[in-house]
Each structure stands twice: as structure tokens, then as C-alpha cells.
């Protein structure tokens, strides 16, 4: 054979974030004509690494060297690894809902001349594409009229376009049912059959021991092994043990004399349907309970509807069609607006902090009262000192770092952000608070931080429920996890029992149970 | 000592945020461009009274640009403003000079005297700047119509209503224009005319209007609770929901304040002109969304300050009185110059902030 073996190679791949080393000295090697599966926890590290690969993060933003095809690369932007062949599909797609599948796929690398395009020859190609695919819609239809299923596969089509020689798949069935998703892994390995190398990153582990021919996995930023086909052991048990083989360090603060006291929110039967696509069940008849003093845990991997449950019923916020009951302090409650969840005692803590928590155009002090601007009012006045002082009494308490808090908290780093966004709701004075990923994004100092807050929520005699894909982190704080699985519970453990194999083993007990269904 | 401490770090700690830098400019590039006009022109910008008669045209001006900068902070838009403050206006004047049946009669039959209809044109103005608030408001917050749509075609109707009440102008009873056009007579602002007699400078009651409701919208987006929500809808909607902010409630009572300032503003135009005509405050609405945007709102809601938008007019009419005063007669000349000006004043804006951002990092 004339050529290399391996199609890439990543050779010590350090890639440091202001506060954090995504990447530390990653090797990466990816044979010709397989299929390589990157695994690893949520914020191990896999995005990172492609995003390095795709020239996302451009040259000289990072240390080692990829060697693609046997040459050194340095990609600068995107264009120029598209170049080469090497095409990312993304987790959220990339699709324009209102063009057609034809003008999606030739989006930036139109068919025709330079200021004519050639729909002739846009709709012929994309149509000889589809086919690939297994599609037969016409080129002609509109995106937003097809499934997520179908719009997946649009998206390799055109990565197909692109000349794609390495095609590299974040989370590809992450949005997907189980026939979907089976439809796209099986192309996958047809695509094997002739000649083309794929990376892919998927949670979902069975999936992985059904495609990969090598599996690599990350944690915390760190290549642990990569485990070959026929030469070591693939089930999902060994795959398990090496993404989360990892030591809960003390890094929780104790929680003493804390007495956990008669339930403070009870939810029952609690159905929610997809709030676009209506026939989609996204909670499937969860019931579950927080007591006072209680910090109960969410686990489950992305998409598995957490954050929809939460949403839903702080106040119906997300979803529709939503049935269920939902009593607090024993009394049953109707809970229509989010305004109405807070005076009925409970606060959503929202993991897009940016985008649905807080107010980046306004300073510190106004976000900090926002949720409760009757504390800080009389007859719809605001009495601005008392304003300032409450804001300054929660940067002190929370110990957020801010020049001023008249700052905007738009110029605020994430981990300061997320302690605004928690004094907000701390002002507002809730008896049950949801934190959703309390802790994505900001570094292990402010971590601790927060941990050491929410045991003083309890100690209050609060309630509270934590969303984390973290799972050390659910292990180390909660006095009780549920763990949930395509919108259903599928685990509850107490703190003495739950274990990171007994989370990961039930949350995949119910992706094994589909997929025999299927079959 | 310790208090001490806390003193200084605490004025250690006050960074001016990029909102009153903003308003910090507009202010400083306007009182630079005021003194060069008089410097340059001299002859008019000498006397104070230049500043007044800025200041009597433009009242309604004034008070239109704070509605409007009040829709923009939550994120919206209304263009109806003009055209429901030359709504009012005309309707205000065909009430003074006895053209309304409707009002006639009634004050005929309670036996009031002609004064009377300058309370019945107040009356009306508040109405009919209210009922576009209510009716533009509940289209645009509950039914979540396009803002733009719905006050372009309240705009439509306001001017096509203003030619169904009168194709001709219309002009009001000297007699009742003697008591509306009082003006405050400022001596120790006065200035000699040709004969070396000082004639005190003269601002209009309208102005005093205008300045009161600048310090009531500054008020009311500073220091109280629905202000703060018209902050936070405007700079994320969703946020806002989120934190049990009523988004709808916020939204229509923007539009309402918009609606009821537009009439107000149309009295005042009443007031100063004492003429109704279709073509009155033609432009107004992009003259109040740019004297808005020059004091430092952005359009995309969110940001924005009363104070920056009184500004904005003041910047906006001086330099068409600069214009004028030049000895620029064509029209054409005119509106390029006005707009070269805009532009200038506005990269001079956008120059230094941007340095600020840049030494910062």
C-alpha cells in the first residue's frame, strides 16, 4: 500500500480556554475506511477536539499538529479543512427551514457560474445525492416540511457535496427515534463498505458498539485508550468503566445537621408533549417527589427531557398539552405562568443562563432584584439604594467578582454570570429551587462555591432539585437521584447506593429495551 | 478608617458604563457643535433665543421621541407617532374654530364660553392618542402582530382621517391662539434688536410640556418597576418570561405610553402652529427614531435613555438650523447637508466607542 494507513492523525493536542484545559496533550489516530467512535462524559472534551480538527478553532489557537493524509495541516477556518475533505455535521443542524433541500445542500458552494447559479444542475446533483442517502423527497421541498430523521440525512448529503473524504458526526442520533437513527448508522457502515472514514461521537453507547471499529475515549480532556475491534473487549460494560473510571475526589463540601423534613413538591403522572412537533411525548408519566431539606438529583444524558420536565412546570413554560399534578406543601397547584410558579414558592434556575436568564444589558444590580422587584419597591418605585445594597449584599454573600456591581453582566465571566443568575433567584426567596446545569461552563473553584451555596439553600430549610450532566457531581451532592431516559424515570437511587455504573447501566437499560423492541 | 476604606474603593469600584458614555458624547459633540455654530455663524447662535426657537418648534418633537424611545427600550417600533400627532392637531384646531358640530352644540347647550374648546381639544388630543395606544398596543402585545405592520397602517389611517376631517388647512381663532400661544418671557436672556431695545427671549408653554414629561419618562424607566420591565423585555424576551415578567402587559403598556404622548405631542403641535394641515409633522416618526438613536437607544431594544433621546432632538434641529442659517436656499442642499451632518455625528459616536472597546482589551 502506497499510502499511510491512517487517514489522520492528532498528535498532543492541547487547547486551553481562559480557566480551563479542554484539551491536554490528546493523541488521536483514525485508520482508513473505519469507523471511529469518540466517547466520552459531557464536557470531556470530544467537541473540542473536532472543533480543533475542523479549523473552528484556528491554527495557533492550540498546540500539536494534525496530520491528515499524511501532510502536516493548519487550518485556519473551516473552508480550508472542507478543502481537504474533512466535513462536520454538528448536533443542532445547520439547515435553512425555509429554502429547499436543493438550495441547503449547495448553501456556500453553489453549482453554476460565479453570478449565475445552475438550479438545473443545483436540483440534478442534490437529487443524485439524495439518492445516496436513501432519500426520495424531491430536491424541491422545503426543509421545515420534512423530519428530523430526513433533515439528518440532507445534512450528510450535503457533507457528501462537499466531497467529504473524513466525515465527522457530532451526536448524529441524538434528535432522533430509534428506526431513524438505525437508518443513518446503517448508512454509515454502507458508506464504510465503499472507502469513506467517518469519525462519530455519540452518549448513546450502544449505538457505538454497533458501528465503530475503534473507539476512543476522552475524559477530562485526556485521550484515556482507544479500544480496537476484534482485538479488545467492545461491550458496553468495558466502554463504561473507562468514560467514567474516575475517583469522586472530596471535591463536595459536607453537609451537617441537615434534617430532611415531609415532601415540599409532589409531581404526579406529569405528561408533556414536544412543543412543534405534537405528536412527540417528551415526559412520559413521571412522578416523582423533593422533601424539605432535600437535595434530589436529575441524571440523565442530553435530551433525555430534564430540563422539559423542569420547564414544564415552572409554569408551563415549555411544551404542550402538558396533564399531571402538582401539589406543594401537600396543596394542589395550578401553575399557568412562570409568575404564578413564583408566588407559589418555586424558582427555575435555567441552564442558558444567557438566553433565558438573565438580562446581559442590565447591570449586576437590576438583575439581581429583577425576579422580585417588589422587595425593592414601594407602589411600583424603586428605591434604588435599598436596590444597591441588596446587590451588594448577594456579591458578598456568593462572592461574585465584579469591579462594580453597577457592571453590566454581559462583561461578566461565566462562572460570576451563573452566581448572578442564583442571587436573583436567591432574592426572590423560593421554598423549592431547580438549578438545570449549575455548573456548565465555569471552573472547579467556582464550582465548589456553588456546591457550598446550595448546601446553605438546604440548611434553610429549602428544597433542591439539581440537573447535572455531571455525574460526579450528582453522586457528591444529592441526597436522592432520579435518573431519566427518553422523558421516562428510569432509576431512583439513594446516596448510599447510586453509583455512576448503576446511573449509566439504567439509563442504557432503556436504550437496549427500544432497541429490541425494534427488532 | 475603615469607612474611609470603603469610601474610596467603593468610588474605585464606579467604571462609567458605556450608557452614560454614550449620553457623555451625544452631550459633548452637541454643546461643541452649538459653540462652533456660533463661533462660525455667529449673527443668530449668539442670542439665546436661537436655542428657544429650537426649542418651540421642536417641543412635540421632544415628546413623540420619548414614547418612541419607551416602544424601542422593549424592542418594538411605532411609526404612527406623526401621523396621530397631526391627527390631533388637526382635530384640536377644527374644535377651536367651531368646525366640530359635535363639540359646538355641546357647548352651546352647557353655555360655556369660546375658551371652553381649548378644554374639549385637550380632552380630544388624550383620547385619541390613547385609543391608538390601547388599540396598536393589543394588536402588537397579545395578538403579536409585526409592530412595524400595524403602526404603518395606523400611520395610513391618522393621515388618511386627518384629509376626511378637511382637504383645506384650517386655522385657529386668534382670539384662543392669543391664549395658547402665551409665551414665558426670560429677560435676563433677552437680547438688543436693531433699535438697541432688549427684547426678552420667549419660550413656549409647549416647551415646558415637553421638559415635564422628559423628567416623568426618565422617572418612570429609572426608578420604577415597569421601567425595569421594559428594560428587561426589550433586552431578552425570553429572560424576562422566565423571571415571572408579564412580557404581554409590559409590551402593551409601552405602546399605550407611546399612543398617549403622541396626542399629548399633538396638542402641543396645535399649540405652536394653530393650524391643522395633512401635511403636518411630515417625517416626524424618522426624525424621532433617529433623534432616539442619537441619543444612544438601539433598535434592537434593550438600551436606551430619555435624557440621550432629548439630546437626540436638540442635535437633530440645530443642525438643520445650521443649515438654514448658512445660506444654503435649496432644499435639496438642505436635506444632503442635514444628512452628511447626521452621519458625521454619528461615526464620531461610534469612533470612540469603539477605542474605548479597543484600549480596553
Redesign the interface.
Known sequence: MSESDNILEMRGITKEFPGVKALDNVNFVVRRGSIHALVGENGAGKSTLMNVLSGLYPYGSYTGDIVYEGEVCKFFKIKDSEEKGIVIIHQELALVPYMTIGENMFLGNERGKKFAIDWDKTHAEATKYLKIVGLTDSSKTLIKDIGVGKQQMVEIAKALAKNARLLILDEPTSSLNEADSKALLDLLLEFKKQGLTSIIISHKINEVSYVADDITIIRDGKTIETLVKGVDDLSEERIIRGMVGREIEDRFPKRYGVSIGEPALEVEDWNVYHPIYAEKKVIDHVSFHVNKGEVVGFAGLMGAGRTELAMSI??R?YGRDISGKIRIHGKEVTLH???Q???AGLA?V?EDRK?????????IT?NTT??N??GV?NR???D?DKELSVAEKYRQKLNTKT??V???VGKLSGGNQQKVLLS?WMYADPDILILDEPTRGIDVGAKYEIYCIINDLVAEGKSVIMISSEMPEVLGMCDRIYVLAEGRIVGEFGREEASQEKIMASILSVDLAEKEKEI | MDEKGLDISRRH???I??TQLLLTITICIFVCMYVAAILIWGGGFKKPQMLFDILNDNAYLVIISCGLTIVMITGSIDISVAGVTALVAMTGVMILNGSMPFFSVLQASLGLADSSRIVFAALMALLIGLLFGLVQGYLIAYLEIQPFIITLAGMFFARGMITILSVDPQKAPQALLDILQKRIEINWLGSPNKNGVIIPARMEVGVVIAILIVILVFCML???????SF??VG??R?????????VRKTRFMAHLFCGILSGIAGFVFMMHTGAGNATNATAGEMNAIASSIIGGTLLTG??GNVIGTFFGVLTLSTIKAIVTTSGLRDPWWQSITTGAMLCLFILLQSVILMRRHRNKH
Open positions: 415552572f409554569g413554560s405562568s412562570p409568575r410558579a413564583i408566588d427555575y435555567t438566553g433565558s436568564g438573565l438580562i446581559l444589558t442590565n447591570p437590576i429583577l425576579a422587584m417588589k419597591s411600583g418605585v424603586i434604588r469591579p462594580s453597577r457592571q453590566n436573583k | 469600584r464606579e467604571p458604563t458605556d429609572r426608578k420604577m418597576r415597569i421601567g425595569r428594560y428587561a433586552g431578552n425570553q429572560s424576562a418570561l422566565m423571571l415571572g415578567l408579564n434593550g438600551v
